[in-house]
């Protein structure tokens, strides 16, 4: 019986010795390389655990329940929410005149440790209305533009003109380029309105015709504002712009750009059209009107 026991004794020495019934060494977040535990859900937070099988160490394997068996003793234990200081100042508004954003941020002052709560949003946005205290400037920016494509810009023969009236004094013309912010559906429905598509960016031309007596045409924007345009020829279409730059006078827009239209002229071009008996040598929108509707008579 003593051989015997002394044959177990020997059987489970060389067991022991070969490996096949050593008890599992320790595993899991203890014996990562990297950051013990870690924050939120990160499929790299991982490690073996005694049974040979993926665990993970991050704060997310608690819902999904494959921790490490170590987790709640290294990660819960020393574990050390995320602090953030007091939020800044809101930011000037981005839009000099009407509608805007303004912004803040706040800093981490305590980043999260082994599975802490992460961070909160460190930056908060809202909406705006921006008045730089230039009510003239700000009620231009309220104007909204009338458009047409370029082929409209040459000059055309004028029926209702008569020979005693004075021809208008032709003001140098001046190019806006404006980046599209939004557009309307409608506006597919034709060729030339069909590029009004967000942010591309468009050189609109304001010539001497369009032009009110501050010699500016209407709706032709502020730079960092968002303004708003309809397509005189295209009916619902109609969206926002930002204009961007300006060029000095004497400037032309290049081919399949737009012009601006005065916007007077719809006031007028129905009592014209009905009666071309009427004196209309004050009357400078009749002369752009009809261009439009005299389309491709050359003079």
């Not at 009407?98 to 599975?115: C, D, K, Y």
């Not at 930002?242 to 032309?252: D, I, L, M, N, T």
């Not at 014209?272 to 004050?282: E, P, V, Y």
Request: charged share 25%; glycine share 8%.
């Amino acid at each position: 019986m003593g051989d015997l026991a002394s044959w177990s004794s020997v059987v489970l020495l060389g067991s022991v010795l070969s490996g096949v019934m050593l008890p599992p060494a320790e595993a899991g977040c203890r014996e990562r390389s990297g950051a013990a535990c870690c924050t939120g859900r990160n499929n790299e937070c991982s490690e073996y655990s005694r049974r040979k099988s993926v665990c993970y160490c991050d704060a997310y394997c608690q819902k999904t329940r494959d921790c490490c068996e170590d987790y709640q003793q290294v990660c819960q234990m020393s574990a050390s929410d995320c602090e953030v200081g007091p939020w800044g100042p809101w930011s000037a508004c981005t839009s000099p005149c009407g509608v805007g954003s303004t912004e803040r941020s706040r800093q981490v002052s305590v980043p999260p440790r082994n599975g802490g709560k992460p961070c909160p949003d460190l930056k908060q946005r809202r909406g705006c209305y921006g008045n730089n205290g230039n009510n003239a400037v700000c009620s231009s920016a309220k104007e909204v533009a009338k458009i047409l494509p370029d082929s409209y810009k040459r000059n055309f023969k004028d029926p209702w003109r008569r020979p005693h009236m004075m021809m208008k004094e032709e003001k140098a013309s001046y190019c806006v380029y404006l980046r599209v912010k939004q557009a309307s559906a409608a506006c597919r429905l034709q060729l030339w309105s069909a590029q009004l598509v967000r942010e591309r960016l468009l050189c609109s031309e304001c010539q001497s015709d369009a032009m009110s007596k501050s010699d500016h045409c209407s709706g032709d924007g502020e730079e960092g504002a968002r303004t708003f345009w309809v397509a005189a020829s295209v009916s619902g279409c109609h969206g926002s712009w930002v204009r961007e730059s300006s060029s000095s006078k004497g400037c032309h827009c290049p081919p399949y750009s737009v012009l601006f239209v005065d916007d007077t002229s719809d006031d007028t071009s129905n009592d014209t059209s009905n009666d071309t008996s009427n004196d209309t040598s004050n009357d400078t929108s009749v002369l752009h009107c009809h261009t439009v509707l005299y389309r491709g008579r050359d003079e």
